[in-house]
């Protein structure tokens, strides 16, 4: 049997062209990213702090909100993993955390690759029937993620990088890097 072709199999009201991120949210970003690493060969890690001044617009739940969070990246392919702590504030990654044990909380998918702008994102998943829950911008890279839990059994977030995005350095690498 062969596989499928990929583009055949696009549903009429496709949208998401492909998913590029998996988020796991922790209690201890440190331990999980080591985890991950150590144990499944998965890094290296680029960690850092998301936290005003750098994080702005901030909004959960439909009202302004300030909020913070360790975060860890890696790569596998063209994946990227996430690792999310959070710190101070309300935010779906609390709320999460208080309902769960830590996981998978939320996918992730680029707005270039949606093929539209940002208002037009948020007006085609609010006609699907999905409201933004937490949103807010991180040197220049916006993102809002929208209450796909019922419908998906995760949270859905969109990103928006600048084509000229260039990631600052870390507080550190796991492993350390050279």
């Known amino acids: ?6 583009s055949k199999l696009n549903l009429a009201n496709s949208f998401i062209p492909e998913t590029r991120q ?12 080591r985890r991950y690493a150590d144990q499944l060969g998965i890094g290296p890690w680029w960690v850092n ?5 750098e994080l702005t617009d901030t909004s959960y739940r439909g009202k302004p909100a300030k909020f913070s969070m360790r975060l860890a990246l890696a790569w596998t392919g063209t994946l ?3 690792i999310i702590q959070p710190l101070e504030g309300p935010s779906i990654y ?3 955390l208080e309902r769960n044990e830590e996981g998978v909380q939320h996918v992730g998918v680029m707005l270039k690759e949606l093929d539209m702008t940002w208002d037009e994102c948020h007006a085609n998943f ?3 029937g999905f409201e933004p829950i937490m949103a807010g911008s991180w040197n220049r890279v916006r993102f809002c993620y929208y209450d796909t839990l019922k419908a998906s059994g995760t949270t ?20 350390k890097q050279s």
Request: hydrophobic content about 35%.
């Open 80 to 82: 990227n993993w996430e």
């Open 94 to 96: 609390s709320d999460y």
């Open 49 to 53: 702090e998301y936290r005003p001044p």
């Open 126 to 128: 609010g006609a699907r």
């Open 22 to 33: 998996i988020c796991i949210v922790t209690r201890d970003l440190d331990a999980m990213v």
């Open 156 to 175: 859905i977030e969109v990103i928006d990088r600048p084509a000229d995005f260039e990631r600052p350095a870390p507080e550190y690498w796991y492993p």
């Open 1 to 6: 049997m062969t596989s499928p072709n990929p």
